[in-house]
Nanobody
Framework: QVQLVESGGGLVQAGGSLILSCAASGRTFRRYAMGWFRQAPGKEREFVAAFSWSGLNTDYADSVKGRFTISRDDAKNTVYLQMNSLKPEDTAVYYC?????????????????WGQGTQVTVSS
């Protein structure tokens, strides 16, 4: 199995920045698609950003494009989400996910492994 642990969330004012980390353990030698999703209370879990299984392609939700950047450090088995120019509407629990045979990185149902989430709150 793969275990994912997110960290880096917190309270930040609008316009500020945060960097989220997702540390992976387990069978990390396998090739996985890695994605970030977020979920506000009472709302659907939505796609934020992801790497394809090859690590060669990235995808971003339109709402975060140009503000967020997904990156990785394979030596540390860690994926990051750099969040700049944060807005109150970015407030949510952010989840890291990993999946095998993920053909559409924006679909949460295709990911098998999920972290417990880290809260990001953006105040105005």
């Amino acid at each position: 199995q793969v275990q994912l642990v997110e960290s880096g969330g917190g309270l930040v004012q609008a316009g500020g920045s945060l960097i989220l980390s997702c540390a992976a353990s387990g069978r990390t030698f396998r090739r996985y698609a890695m994605g970030w999703f977020r979920q506000a209370p009472g709302k659907e879990r939505e796609f934020v950003a992801a790497f394809s299984w090859s690590g060669l392609n990235t995808d971003y939700a339109d709402s975060v494009k140009g503000r967020f950047t997904i990156s990785r450090d394979d030596a540390k088995n860690t994926v990051y989400l750099q969040m700049n120019s944060l807005k109150p509407e970015d407030t949510a629990v952010y989840y890291c996910a990993a999946g095998l045979m993920v053909t559409t990185t924006t679909s949460p149902s295709l990911y098998q492994y999920w972290g417990q989430g880290t809260q990001v709150t953006v105040s105005s």
